[in-house]
Structure formats: C-alpha cells, structure tokens
C-alpha cells in the first residue's frame, strides 16, 4: 500500500496557515509622537527664559523604557564656575566634581535631590556624588557664593531642555497616559507644581502651546553657605589666590 502524498500547494499552505496567524497575533506597535511645548514670562520685561526642562512620568497602565545611566557625568569647577551650569542625569548616576582652578573649592548641596558636602579639596583633585532618587539638587560652593550649578535627576528617558527659543521637544514618545512635568529656574516649586498635568499621547504629534510662569532674568541664584548664614566676604578675597 503507498503513502498518500500531499499536494504541494497544501503542504505549503500548512506551513504558512501558522505563521500568517502568529503575525496577526503580533500587531506593529503604533509610532511614537513628538510633544512640543513653550514657556514665557508672565513679568514684564522678560525675554529670554533661563534655564529649564520638561519631562514626562508615565501614569498607570503605560509602560515606557527604563532610564538607565549611561555615559559619564562631570560638573568642572573652573574660573570659579561651574560647567555646564545644567546637567540632566539618570537616578543612579554619578557626578565628577574635578577642581581647575588654583584654590580650594567646597562643593555642597542642602536641598531634596541630594544632599552632600564634599569639603575643601584643592587644585587638581577631584571628588564624585552619586545621585540615587528623583529631584532637584541645587549645587554651590561654600567659599564662592557666585557659583552654582543645577543636578537634575530624573527616572524617565523623555524629557528635554528648553532651547534658546524656549521650547522643548520630547521626541518618540510612545502612546500612552503621562504627567508632564516643568521645571524652570527661579520659579518656586509650589508655582511648578502647579503647571504640571495629565497628558494623553496617540500616535500623532502633540504641541501643548505655552505656559506661562514668573520667569525673571538670568543671574546668580540667592543662597547662603552651607551652615546657613551669609557668606564672609573677607574669607572669599583671600580664598581666590
């Protein structure tokens, strides 16, 4: 008795019934959008923002990537400067504080991202912090009050600094339920808070307009040393040589 043999145009059709079957099951994911948005100055006068950024934090039942900590991340103590004054980095993530110039620096920060005190170190040394939660740590120095410098850490890969338009742009947002998120240098956090909001991403690029807020001109940023009191004059002068 012979085998009975399949058609070929049958046995090609059973392999591909499942395959043709598993691609259905699997659709594409839809694209990811572009969010842009703006900030002005709601005081007169006031042109250009200063420094800030946007950010989106998924809300439940949107999964995005995690933000994990790549590259390496230096704040350079240099003219009694700190460069860049903005760094944006993920939670987790590593600062180098090497000091370039020829006198003693004290980085610090008291405020909720990190709080640290590196202490005195001099010329051609360097000293790292890492930064293990979300939020903002204002960064100074106790010897030279006209020095500072913002750490931003964040646990979303979505964000964007403002350009010198002061605009933003998030770019390849996948759909889904977010809270945008602002912050923007001397605006008080209670304010920031209040811009945040609920967004909704589809497929299509989404431009949310301006937002307003009580920007004023860039400058140095108010503050007193670490032990909370007015810097010494006298202990800068000498501290410079």
């Known amino acids: ?33 572009d969010l842009r948005l703006q900030v002005v100055s709601s005081l007169p006068g006031v042109i250009r923002a200063v420094p800030a950024v946007a950010w989106l934090t998924p809300l439940p039942g949107t999964t995005v990537p995690s933000f994990v900590p790549q590259g390496h991340y230096t704040l350079l103590q240099k ?16 600062v180098e504080f090497p000091n370039a110039d020829p006198f003693y620096h004290n980085v610090f920060s008291l405020f909720e991202g990190k709080r640290f005190d590196l202490g005195l170190y001099e010329a051609g040394s360097s000293k790292s912090v890492t930064f293990p939660r979300v939020g903002v740590s204002y960064i100074f120095c106790n010897i030279h009050p ?6 931003l850490t964040l646990s979303t890969p979505f964000y964007s600094i403002a350009d010198a338009k002061d605009s933003f742009v998030l770019r390849g947002v996948p759909p889904g339920d977010y809270r945008l998120h602002l912050w923007i240098e001397g605006v008080p956090q209670s304010f920031l808070d209040s811009l945040s909001r609920p967004v909704h991403v589809s ?6 307009g301006a937002f307003r807020a009580p920007i ?8 007193m040393n670490k032990f909370g009191n007015p810097y010494d004059p006298k202990s800068q002068s000498q501290s410079q040589y």
């Open 146 to 151: 006209e020095m500072s410098a913002v750490v």
């Open 203 to 208: 497929s299509r690029d989404l431009d949310l």
């Open 1 to 33: 008795m012979h085998r009975q043999l399949l058609k070929p145009w049958l046995f090609v059709a059973l392999l591909a019934g499942p395959l043709l079957g598993s691609a259905q099951n699997d659709p594409t994911p839809p694209p990811a959008a």
């Open 79 to 94: 003219n009694r400067m700190f460069t860049p004054h903005l760094q944006v980095i993920p939670v987790g993530s590593a």
């Open 216 to 223: 004023a001109r860039s400058g140095t940023m108010q503050h």
